[in-house]
């Protein structure tokens, strides 16, 4: 199952787009509840995807600037890349690295016929492979990372909430060797417990809740989500109520709602 919300088909201010990709994964965007207060090229230059398969999740989110089009080739890439079964993450560092150069090399493709300031297109990427989990409610679940620019990603569970990405002002789409693109990207492996949420956004809700106080936010949400559709579109009104004048891009995986068998019915006699 997989979802892709392109900023370019979201253009309305104001308009909030919402998609479930399964009961525990969901997606939105929005050009912004408010005009942007800068100059931009596209109304909407973010872009958000995420892929539910029998071995893990794929959430992306990409920020593009001086047009959609860095944002767009560089999830097409990773969406190519890891298709519609992702792995359980448990890319090696150097795929993880290539996957990356490769989507570096995809967006300077793209704008290299385009005029400017299109020709100008970068991007953030930020991506996270959640593992499929194990049928047991108290098996942590292994998480892979990695990111380049200003989108976060957020851990939440149990009312903490925990950001491993750091802001930098480093984008997809300037022309960077393979050793390069290593000593730039912010990336990691580790597990998560078993009742972890994980989130993926663009600057257009940190900045604007004040990055500090982000994964606090996110953590507040979460905590009385009823599901991943609820919390995606609570985290980007929170964006619109701190004044955010930006595109807001957000994928949500909640923690897996284990199904129990039934007990067995009586049908009448002793046991």
């Known amino acids: 199952?997989?979802?892709?919300?392109?900023?370019?088909?979201?253009?309305?201010?104001?308009?909030?787009?919402?998609?479930?990709?399964?009961?525990?994964?969901?997606?939105?965007?929005?050009?912004?509840?408010?005009?942007?207060?800068?100059?931009?090229?596209?109304?909407?230059?973010?872009?958000?995807a995420a892929v539910v398969g029998p071995r893990g999740t794929l959430l992306v989110v990409a920020d593009g600037h001086n047009g959609a089009e860095a944002a767009?080739?560089?999830?097409?890439?990773?969406?190519?890349?890891?298709?519609?079964?992702?792995?359980?993450?448990?890319?090696?560092?150097?795929?993880?690295?290539?996957?990356?150069?490769?989507?570096?090399?995809?967006?300077?493709?793209?704008?290299?016929?385009?005029?400017?300031?299109?020709?100008?297109?970068?991007?953030?990427l930020t991506m996270a492979l959640v593992a499929a989990p194990a049928n047991r409610p108290s098996v942590p679940r292994r998480l892979q990372w990695a990111s380049m620019g200003d989108s976060a990603l957020i851990i939440a569970v149990a009312g903490n909430g925990e950001e491993l990405t750091r802001p930098q002002h480093q984008f997809v789409g300037h022309p960077m060797s393979v050793p390069e693109v290593a000593g730039k990207l912010q990336r990691g492996l580790?597990?998560?417990?078993a009742d972890a949420w994980v989130v993926v956004v663009s600057d257009g809700f940190t900045n604007f809740v004040g990055p500090d106080r982000a994964s606090r936010v996110v953590a507040d949400i979460v905590a009385t989500a009823t599901e991943p559709a609820t919390a995606a579109r609570a985290i980007v009104d929170r964006a619109g109520a701190m004044g955010a004048g930006d595109n807001v891009a957000v994928a949500v995986a909640a923690p897996i709602r284990l199904i129990l068998p039934e007990p067995p019915r009586r049908t009448g006699g002793r046991l």
């Open 72 to 124: 767009d080739a560089a999830v097409t890439t990773v969406l190519e890349r890891l298709g519609d079964d992702p792995p359980p993450a448990d890319l090696s560092d150097a795929a993880l690295v290539e996957l990356f150069s490769v989507a570096n090399d995809a967006v300077l493709h793209a704008t290299a016929s385009l005029r400017p300031p299109n020709a100008g297109s970068r991007t953030t």
């Open 190 to 193: 580790g597990e998560i417990p």
């Open 1 to 48: 199952m997989q979802t892709v919300l392109w900023g370019r088909d979201h253009t309305e201010l104001g308009e909030v787009a919402i998609h479930a990709v399964s009961d525990d994964v969901a997606c939105a965007i929005t050009r912004g509840l408010r005009r942007k207060a800068y100059r931009y090229v596209d109304p909407n230059e973010d872009t958000v």
